[in-house]
């Protein structure tokens, strides 16, 4: 499983109008998931994404965890895109969405996360604070 965790300031997913997640100051999460993704590698990364120290102390260093801070997750297989070969993307990489969609649900539920709708054209608007972009990995069962 791969994660695009973003700090932002406010951030808002949007299907056909209506607005599904909307957050304040918190954590931005984009998921992937891959073939060989099981409930540990997804247990594994949301708690990953969970101590992941992105916040800024009372120093002003990136110290602190995430902690009652809101997340708001958006599936996202894009992150799987392979661009080796030309200019169009392939996807094999990536999991069927019936593998995909219990694993998004259970990470969201893991992290008491806001989110978009699994598998929907989505409007997804943020504000980057910092900007500070991380990307987050586990592996698959077997690597």
Known sequence: MRAL??????AAVRV???????????LVVLLGVTHGD???????LAQKVGALRVFPDADGRMNEPVGERPVLCV??????????KGTRP????AARPEVAE?????????LDAQRGVFGA??????VNDGPVTVMVEVPPRGD
């Not at 099981?38 to 594994?44: A, K, P, V």
């Open 75 to 84: 599936s996202q297989f894009t992150l799987y895109a392979d661009t080796s």
């Open 5 to 10: 965790v973003q700090r932002v300031s406010r």
């Open 38 to 44: 099981d409930t540990t590698s997804c247990d594994r």
């Open 121 to 126: 054209h989505m409007e997804v608007e943020l």
């Open 16 to 26: 056909d109008g209506r607005t599904t997640g909307e957050i304040g100051p918190g």
């Open 90 to 93: 392939s996807y094999v990489a």
């Open 102 to 110: 219990p694993l998004y649900e259970r990470f969201c539920a893991a």
